[in-house]
Every structure is written in structure tokens, then in C-alpha cells.
């Protein structure tokens, strides 16, 4: 490991006010009570369901992957797959815009042209 060497540390540093009244705000609107009860464990859930189904007696059996799971291609393998199951579900197309808005923004363009 190579020793940190910032020669900002060592040098006298003037912070204004209103730089630390900024950051206190900043600070401040980030900040949030803890609650643990926000939060669940979802891997712990399912390894505990697994463990009492095992403890009842019952068979457990893996999951066989999917065909689209075989997790041998890249992210950028499956970036291009999500992309072309998109188009192939219209998903190339904002969903707020309708054939008869796209006539009155055709119809302006000429009008403005």
C-alpha cells in the first residue's frame, strides 16, 4: 500500500460561513431516522423457508435457469438482449405520444416552416 500524500492537508484552509451553513443544510436534508422495520432480508427469508421445508421432511429441488439466465454472456450481452426484447414489446416508443400528436406537431412544423 503507498502512503496517502495530499499536500491540502497540511495547508490552512478558510471556510466562510456560509460554505458551512451549506453544508450543515446539506447534511441536514440528507439525514433520515434509521428504522430498521424499512428494511427486510429477503435472501435470509427464503434460506429460512428452505431450511423448515427441509426440517418437515419435504424435497427441495433448485430451480432449473432459464434459458435467457445461462449467465455465460456479458452485461453488455444482456443490455443488448433487454434492448431488443423492448423494441420487439414497443418499448421504442414514449408511451405518452399517440399517432394523432404526432399529425399536430407534423401540421405546426409546416406551419412554422
Known amino acids: 500500500m503507498r ?7 497540511d495547508q490552512d484552509v478558510e471556510v466562510r460561513s456560509q460554505e458551512l451553513k451549506m453544508a ?19 435472501y435470509r427469508e427464503a434460506l429460512e423457508e428452505v431450511v423448515a421445508a427441509k426440517m418437515q421432511g419435504h424435497e ?20 443488448r438482449a433487454s434492448l431488443a426484447a423492448a423494441k420487439a414489446d414497443g418499448g421504442g416508443k414514449p408511451a405518452a405520444s399517440t399517432d394523432e400528436d404526432s399529425g399536430k406537431r407534423q ?3 409546416k406551419a412554422s416552416a
Do not use: H, K, N
Not at 502512503?3 to 492537508?9: C, E, M, S
Open 3 to 9: 502512503v496517502p500524500d495530499f499536500d491540502f492537508l
Open 24 to 42: 450543515s443544510s446539506l447534511i441536514s436534508s440528507m439525514t433520515l431516522d434509521f428504522d430498521p422495520s424499512e428494511y427486510t432480508d429477503g
Open 60 to 79: 427441495v429441488v433448485r430451480p432449473q435457469p432459464r434459458l435467457d439466465d445461462s449467465g455465460g454472456g456479458s452485461l453488455a450481452d444482456a443490455l
Open 107 to 109: 401540421s405546426r412544423g
